[in-house]
T-cell receptor
Framework: GQSLEQPSEVTAVEGAIVQINCTYQTSGFYGLSWYQQHDGGAPTFLSYNALDGLEETGRFSSFLSRSDSYGYLLLQELQMKDSASYFCAVTGSARQLTFGSGTQLTVLP | DGGITQSPKYLFRKEGQNVTLSCEQNLNHDAMYWYRQDPGQGLRLIYYSQIVNDFQKGDIAEGYSVSREKKESFPLTVTSAQKNPTAFYLC???????????FGQGTRLTVV
């Protein structure tokens, strides 16, 4: 089976940098991805890592270490609109897409 | 416009009744997924399908059934055997294992 662990809550102030960690266990590995979900809405894709290292997309970056089964999402220059839930997700050998339980990010003024 | 559509947005059913949630995509994606989300919780995988006429159970398949007769459609039936069906149901699709998943807007099912 597959399992992912991430912190349940993170709080930061506007303009700050926040890192959301994710550790995973999986049989086979096709990549780690990150999604954002605002209250009541559908998740939207943020970033994807198949290989070790850092991927940067604007204010968001994502990192992967396959040897450590670990990744993180880095959000810079936080804005109020970044308050949302963030999910890491992994695809394993059975080709299912499994999500973590989510991290609720609260951005304070 | 390409996308993935779930209907209806809100659905109410009496306890003991089966109900079918619709999911349609015109993105030409092979893979489709169904998730359940409870308040303040993550997305739990119910069923997924990699290709037409084939599907696999996810982590919480009991009390649910699916079909994949067409590439565009992946309906989910919540049966009376599902003990606690009230939840937010999300459908997703993606074109490959290394690509992003696109989600529908979800269906909020309330069983009374």
């Amino acid at each position: 089976g597959q399992s992912l662990e991430q912190p349940s809550e993170v709080t930061a102030v506007e303009g700050a940098i926040v890192q959301i960690n994710c550790t995973y266990q999986t049989s086979g590995f096709y990549g780690l991805s990150w999604y954002q979900q605002h209250d009541g809405g559908a998740p939207t894709f943020l970033s994807y890592n198949a290989l070790d290292g850092l991927e940067e997309t604007g204010r968001f970056s994502s990192f992967l270490s396959r040897s450590d089964s670990y990744g993180y999402l880095l959000l810079q220059e936080l804005q109020m609109k970044d308050s949302a839930s963030y999910f890491c997700a992994v695809t394993g050998s059975a080709r299912q897409l499994t999500f973590g339980s989510g991290t609720q990010l609260t951005v304070l003024p | 416009d390409g996308g993935i559509t779930q209907s209806p947005k809100y659905l109410f059913r009496k306890e003991g009744q089966n109900v079918t949630l619709s999911c349609e995509q015109n993105l030409n994606h092979d893979a489709m997924y169904w998730y359940r989300q409870d308040p303040g919780q993550g997305l739990r995988l119910i069923y997924y399908s990699q290709i037409v006429n084939d599907f696999q159970k996810g982590d919480i398949a009991e009390g649910y059934s699916v079909s994949r007769e067409k590439k565009e459609s992946f309906p989910l039936t919540v049966t009376s055997a599902q003990k606690n069906p009230t939840a937010f149901y999300l459908c997703a699709s993606r074109g490959g294992l290394n690509t992003e998943a696109f989600f529908g807007q979800g269906t909020r099912l309330t069983v009374v």
